[in-house]
Every structure is written in C-alpha cells, then in structure tokens.
C-alpha cells in the first residue's frame, strides 16, 4: 500500500492568497452599512473565509479529494466575484477596490487551477507506476512457474 502525500497548507501560495483575500474582505466590510450585516456583508465574509478553509481541510486528504475540495474553494472564489460587483453596484466599493480584488481573485484561480492540474497529473503519474511495479511484480511471479 502506497503512502498517502498530505500537504502542508500553510506553505501553499494558493492558500495564502487565499487567506490574504478572505482578511482584505474582513477589512473592507467594516466600511458597509449596518442593514447589510446579514445580507451581503454576511455572504461575502462566509465565502471568503471559504476560499482558504477548503485548502486547509482538503490538504488532509487524497489527491484526488484534495481537488474536490480546490474545485469548492475556486467556486467560492467566482461567488465572491459576483458579490464584489453586487457590492460596487449598491455604492459600497470603489472602482478601485473592485479591480484590486479581482485582480487578486484572478491570481488565485490561475494559481489554483495550475496547482490542481499538477495534482491530477502526480495522480495520474503515482497510479501508473503502481500500475507498472503491480504488473512487473505479477509477471516476474509468472515466469518462476514457467
């Protein structure tokens, strides 16, 4: 049996930006009006904080649910995106914080998405060489009953 990789969240750029957008978020909502503390205030802290605690907790696990839970945190990431425009509409970002914040959003669902290839691609990779060493193994056996 093959020993599972874990990853250590705290060392992933992904979830690092991550957490930089999710605190960005916090620290702009002090700024919103107290009726949408549980509308829109609300939403985005929910989606933002989703964004790096779905790396976290998929790091814990297999490759192949490390990428479930990557693709939550980059739906998550595009969530936040639209409420960012919702939020600009109503009058309580600037054109200026709107652009810095997809800005960083772009970044890290570029970031994202390269570093899930790369899982998918180890996956593939590690399951072809057990692959490879299972039927080695097998015909090596086959051949001392020949």
């Known amino acids: 049996m093959s020993k599972r ?3 250590n969240y705290k060392n992933l750029k992904i979830w690092n930006l ?4 999710a605190n960005d978020i916090s620290d702009v909502l002090q700024d919103f009006p107290k009726h949408e503390k549980y509308d829109l205030s609300s ?3 929910r989606c933002s904080v989703s964004i790096p605690s779905n790396i976290a ?3 814990a696990r297999t490759n192949k649910s ?15 995106g639209t409420q960012l425009l919702t939020a600009k509409h109503r009058g309580h970002l600037s054109d200026i914080s709107l652009r810095n ?18 899982l998918k691609t180890s996956s593939r990779f590690i399951n072809g ?12 056996l086959f051949s001392i009953f020949l």
Do not use: A, P, Y
Not at 18 to 21: K, N, R, T
Not at 66 to 79: A, C, K, N, R, V
């Open 57 to 59: 907790e998929g790091s």
């Open 18 to 21: 991550g957490l930089e957008i």
């Open 5 to 7: 990789q874990r990853h």
């Open 129 to 140: 060489f057990l692959l490879m060493v299972s039927l080695s193994f097998f015909f090596s």
């Open 66 to 80: 490390f990428s479930h839970f990557i693709d939550i945190s980059l739906g998550s990431s595009f969530e936040l």
């Open 43 to 45: 939403q985005m802290n």
């Open 101 to 118: 914040f997809e800005g960083k959003i772009e970044e890290f669902q570029i970031m994202t998405m390269s570093f899930q290839n790369g």
